[in-house]
Nanobody
Framework: EVQLQASGGGLVQAGGSLRLSCEAS????????VGWFRQAPGKGREAVSC????????YYTDSVKGRFTISRDNAKNAAYLQMNSLKPEDTSEYFC????????????????WGQGTQVTVSS
């Protein structure tokens, strides 16, 4: 059974940091790219960052460039999103998802999804 477990969300003040984790099981993690998405109430799901299966290629949406860093540890079947200099507009529910090999930015391109983890940034 494919499982993705996102964790690490919480309440933080503006300027603070959080590290999200996505732990995977039930499939060959090394063969899959990992994407982080976020969705605020009343808004669509937005691609935040993505990393290819071997970690050689990454994507960041413009609003998080220079503040967020995506990484993965294939030996641990896990991916991470280090979020620094958080802003109130980063407040959202964050999801991790996987698709084979290459990065992508459209939710429909992803095969499996984990449950969300809430990130709230206070001003």
């Amino acid at each position: 059974e494919v499982q993705l477990q996102a964790s690490g969300g919480g309440l933080v003040q503006a300027g603070g940091s959080l590290r999200l984790s996505c732990e995977a099981s039930g499939f060959t993690f090394d063969d899959y790219a990992v994407g982080w998405f976020r969705q605020a109430p009343g808004k669509g799901r937005e691609a935040v960052s993505c990393i290819s299966s071997d970690g050689s290629d990454t994507y960041y949406t413009d609003s998080v460039k220079g503040r967020f860093t995506i990484s993965r540890d294939n030996a641990k079947n896990a991916a991470y999103l280090q979020m620094n200099s958080l802003k109130p507009e980063d407040t959202s529910e964050y999801f991790c998802a996987v698709r084979e090999i290459e990065i992508a930015t459209m939710p429909l391109d992803f095969d499996y999804w984990g449950q969300g983890t809430q990130v709230t940034v206070s001003s």
